[in-house]
């Protein structure tokens, strides 16, 4: 049997060549006779996969050089604490804007750690689905230490498409859509994305960070999620996850040869347009968001009879698409299709709904 299409929104699909190539090099990496897993992460081998896999960051996302790039523990989550903490004082004000459910997690940690956290907008019902309530009626506080915002959020595929333009430093919870397309880096001050959705295994996380935000973490700050401790110590004031470094370092260079965030951002318009596409057509499965707030990534999809979820998840899974369920908060069922997601994926997809369409 081949191998399923997995759907999964995190941890989530990865190319199959990477996950090859570190079959093929586990027992003996790098001629080394011994495991990538077997060596210090301050071993010179090592350093240098660190070095490269920041390189090839850099060069995807054409990282200016006045960002930090800092290789955490702890996920997406981890930076939820880890924002406030270092770039905000106790006493600040921080806005969030509150695109959806990780967007509230976000918001509910920071109040952990500074005294005025301001909800500037949220989510809001429309005519044409759910949507983000329009920029001209956020209530932006005059000093905000920073802005926080999730471009794109994974359980209700709602997307902001646009950058907000606003004062303080944008801080974005990318971590179901780095890499997914190009993205101007220079206009934010914190990007951080947990590893699992479109760079690699999960406990990991990436954190890109303007330098002049450096130096003010709370005197509280656990030293292992200061990141002026872990920019000095090339993100190894303790022992890194290796194992998480280099498969990302193999997806980098994955990316590489796929032609970057520019070709890929193509292909995955193409793939989100034409799930979209089927669906908006069907009186069958419906997408509960606004055109103009559709995730690429992550897209949810009812079925207008809901006794029927049972069913599709099952023949779904007989023909080789996996991963299919909905987020328990949401239910109905969401297809993520992230970088690693080839277009006969979303063909399959697309051919199953419409066989399952035709025989109920
Ligand atoms: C998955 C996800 C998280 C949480 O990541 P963890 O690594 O599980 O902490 C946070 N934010 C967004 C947008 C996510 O998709």
């Avoid at 759907?7 to 093929?24: C, K, N, T, W, Y």
Wanted: hydrophobic fraction near 45%.
């Amino acid at each position: 049997m081949s191998a399923p299409f997995n759907f999964s929104a995190g941890p989530a699909m990865l190319p199959a060549e990477v996950m090859q190539q570190a079959r093929d090099e586990f027992l003996n990496w790098n001629d080394l006779g011994i495991s990538v897993m077997e060596i210090s992460h301050r071993d010179p081998a090592f350093i240098r996969l660190a070095e490269q896999a920041e390189q090839d960051l850099r060069d995807l996302m054409a990282i200016p050089d006045h960002y930090k790039v800092l290789f955490m523990h702890g996920g997406g989550r981890g930076q939820f604490s880890a924002v406030p903490q270092n770039i905000a004082a106790t006493d600040a004000t921080a806005d969030y804007l509150n695109c959806g459910i990780w967007s509230d997690f976000a918001i509910r940690e920071a109040q952990k750690y500074v005294r005025h956290v301001n909800v500037v907008g949220a989510a809001v019902q429309t005519d044409q689905g759910k949507a983000i309530s329009h920029p001209d009626s956020w209530q932006l506080s005059e000093h905000a230490a920073y802005f926080h915002y999730c471009p794109n959020e994974t359980v209700d595929g709602i997307a902001v498409h646009e950058i907000p333009q606003v004062n303080a430093p944008i801080v974005a919870d990318m971590s179901s859509n780095i890499l997914s397309e190009p993205l101007d880096v220079s206009k934010f001050g914190v990007i951080y994305a947990g590893a699992q959705k479109n760079i690699g295994p999960s406990g990991f996380a990436i954190s890109i960070v303007r330098e002049d935000l450096l130096g003010h973490a709370q005197t509280n700050t656990s030293t292992i999620m200061d990141y002026t401790v872990q920019a000095k110590e090339g993100s190894m004031y303790n022992t890194p996850n290796t194992f998480a470094w280099y498969l990302s370092a193999l997806v980098f260079q994955w990316l590489k040869r796929q032609g970057g965030v520019a070709a890929i951002g193509e292909l995955n318009r193409a793939k989100a347009a034409k799930l979209y596409h089927y669906i908006d057509q069907s009186d069958f499965y419906s997408n509960p968001v606004h055109p103009d707030y559709r995730s690429r990534m992550n897209i949810p999809f009812l079925l207008a009879d809901s006794s029927l979820d049972n069913a599709f998840l099952e023949q779904a899974a007989a023909a080789g698409l996996v991963g299919l369920k909905g987020h328990r908060f949401v239910g109905g069922m969401r297809a993520s299709i992230y970088n690693a997601m080839p277009m006969a994926g979303v063909d399959a997809l697309v051919e199953f709904m419409a066989e399952f369409e035709r025989k109920v």
